[in-house]
């Protein structure tokens, strides 16, 4: 296994590129279908086994339930030293409904709650899941920052933040990382995120990477999808077929350097300026072996283009 590490952000927290999406363990509201809590622990354990220190959770995967399993996992193995774990909130049940909420009391209230979840007393990089409509950005982000003082969090980061409310957030450079979506279909980031985390110095950690497995190279014009896929447009009609064209001109390249198309895209991503480290998810601990072979991957200049070009 290759052994690489890299820092987030202007935090001090070091991780190995590869992380862990952890929203399959335990998170029974997004995929119903999952195995059991046991199979979930297991990919932790492995992830933990295998030199990921890196491993992304969420108040609601689960809800609640991720982190409980994670947490347990970390006592069990007596490696929570070596972990770096990531966790978000945002989320509020009122009367049935989900509201958002990055007041400062629910923050630190959100804090507390997953630090007995994950059975620590320190949570190293909390996120503000989604962006509330009313709380100002950089009020939020300066509960955490009174928060990181206090040892209760090591790093901040926010998640789903459009260029504006990240700005309005990072006021005072207190934020190390921002989360949201990007792949190379979904692209929008590049125009202005994208420079500006890499001005700032903060990390931008991509989730769905592999765009719903579509860039993992296993789906043919002929596969028929029954969960939400059914209806996202990158799967639907001519589209569809355009983009597995795409990604069957990837293949001669992850051919020559024999690994799979995913681990190929997601080298891709590590070339990117401020993409420090990536999560992609497992519902099996062999798949979180798999995604390692990421970091075996090494890219020309002229692979990085003509993969850019392709998606363009």
Do not use: C
Not at 70 to 75: A, D, S
Not at 257 to 276: C, F, G, M, R
């Amino acid at each position: 296994m290759t052994e690489q590490q890299t820092r987030l952000g202007k935090s001090e927290l070091v991780v190995n590129p590869i992380g862990l999406g952890a929203n399959a363990v335990g998170g029974h509201n997004i995929y119903p279908n999952l195995l059991n809590d046991e199979t979930g622990k297991d990919v932790v354990r492995t992830a933990l086994e295998q030199g990921i220190n890196f491993i992304d959770t969420a108040f609601i995967y689960g809800p609640e339930h991720s982190e409980r399993l994670i947490g347990e996992v970390l006592k069990e193995t007596g490696k929570r030293q070596q972990a770096v774990i990531a966790t978000k909130a945002a989320h509020k049940f009122v009367d049935g409904s989900i509201v958002l909420d990055n007041s400062p009391a629910f923050l630190k209230a959100s804090v507390d709650e997953a630090l007995k979840r994950l059975q620590t007393d320190y949570i190293d990089l909390f996120y503000i899941h989604f962006p509330d409509e009313h709380t100002p950005k950089d009020e939020a982000v300066g509960a955490l920052a009174r928060l990181k003082e206090e040892g209760k969090i090591r790093a901040i980061g926010v998640s789903n933040f459009s260029i504006d409310q990240l700005r309005e957030a990072n006021r005072d450079g207190y934020v190390d990382v921002l989360q949201s979506e990007y792949n190379l279909f979904k692209r929008e980031v590049e125009k202005e995120i994208l420079p500006y985390t890499t001005e700032q110095h903060i990390s931008f950690v991509p989730y769905f990477p592999l765009a719903a497995g579509l860039l993992g190279g296993k789906y043919t014009k002929d596969t028929t999808f029954k969960d939400g896929r059914a209806q996202n447009p990158l799967f639907t009609g001519e589209a569809y077929i355009r983009n597995l064209d795409k990604v069957d001109q990837l293949r001669s390249i992850a051919q020559s350097k024999n690994v799979e198309v995913a681990h190929l895209v997601l080298a891709w991503y590590l070339t990117q300026p401020s993409i420090d480290a990536l999560i992609p998810g497992a519902k099996k601990p062999e798949q979180v072996v798999s995604n390692l072979k990421t970091l075996e991957v090494r890219l020309s200049a002229e692979e990085i283009a003509v993969i850019d070009q392709i998606f363009r």
